[in-house]
DNA sequence: TCTATATTTGCAACATTGTTGCATTTGAAA
DNA sequence: TTTCAAATGCAACAATGTTGCAAATATAGA
């Protein structure tokens, strides 16, 4: 899949920020985080067209806003699994900083009180990735 | 547990803003944000005296912070279950925006990459609470 | 290819949330 | 009552996100 298929798809013109974003995403392992995907070219668009293009594409189902536990945002591409069962689980280094998604690898099951509804639910799991748990722990 | 127990056996001074904070969130079935727990006096402590009367108390393990998908921060005080299996888990209610800990009445599990580690796991379940589900499909 | 138009972008200004340094006040121990 | 570390208030700043508006641009149609 490339940027301008996914653009082509969802019907949305093909812009100079859009296929920036998209096109960091695409190349990446993990989720990333704003300024993770400025990296390459900082100011190469402004701020808030930044913020209102990842609001465009998060609002089409492109991409996904992840919060992790100390407030930061990153944003990762949907798998093409339609709408899941709405259960988003990321795991997040808290070394590195780096966020792999768990799609499909993941259960979960609460007991809520009664006529309580559950729509979507957002996992975060804080911990060490083997590079990092290694580095930390030689042999 | 009164506030005043709690301070004591935390070997924290007993001062205005801890004791308000405490409070406020004792007399709460749901955590609150931070102007919800202001609520009553709005003015009554500078801003900044807030946020750091929040950081001791977390960091002495008396509350937890809840990140909401929306960026939002909710407080509540921790359970007497001293260090659980670091799975917390909350409810957030869409509609009225109340938070309920669901602490012990949730199973998660998931199948992480090799040689990844699982230090503290975040939920946030998104859906509507009895209330709003009764106001939003009457009968 | 050129033109028209809705969309996207950049800029300025502002809002919210959280932090740091420092001087003053205060809780509680002696 | 005195003393002093801890807590507080204030000013200033930083990071993150938003709004209004004018200028630039992608693309559909001539």
């Given at each position: 899949?490339?940027?301008?298929?996914?653009?082509?798809?969802?019907?949305?013109?093909?812009?100079?920020?859009r296929?920036?974003?998209?096109?960091?995403?695409?190349?990446?392992?993990?989720?990333?985080?704003?300024?993770?995907?400025?990296?390459?070219?900082?100011?190469?668009?402004?701020?808030?067209?930044f913020?209102?293009?990842?609001?465009?594409?998060?609002?089409?189902?492109?991409?996904h806003?992840?919060?992790?536990?100390?407030?930061?945002?990153k944003?990762?591409?949907?798998?093409?699994?339609?709408?899941?069962?709405?259960l988003?689980?990321?795991?997040?280094?808290?070394?590195?900083?780096?966020?792999?998604?768990?799609q499909?690898?993941?259960?979960?099951?609460?007991?809520?009180?009664?006529?309580?509804?559950?729509?979507?639910?957002?996992?975060?799991?804080?911990?060490?990735?083997?590079?990092?748990?290694?580095?930390?722990?030689?042999?």
């Amino acid at each position: 899949m490339t940027v301008d298929e996914i653009l082509h798809q969802y019907d949305l013109k093909h812009t100079g920020c859009r296929k920036f974003i998209l096109s960091e995403l695409l190349q990446s392992e993990s989720a990333l985080s704003e300024e993770e995907i400025k990296k390459p070219f900082p100011d190469l668009f402004d701020r808030v067209t930044f913020y209102r293009t990842l609001k465009t594409l998060e609002e089409r189902g492109i991409i996904h806003r992840i919060v992790l536990n100390d407030n930061s945002v990153k944003y990762a591409l949907n798998g093409h699994h339609p709408d899941q069962n709405r259960l988003h689980a990321h795991f997040h280094c808290g070394k590195c900083d780096e966020v792999l998604c768990l799609q499909g690898k993941t259960r979960f099951d609460a007991e809520l009180p009664v006529d309580f509804v559950s729509q979507e639910v957002f996992v975060v799991i804080e911990g060490l990735c083997a590079d990092c748990l290694h580095q930390s722990q030689p042999d």
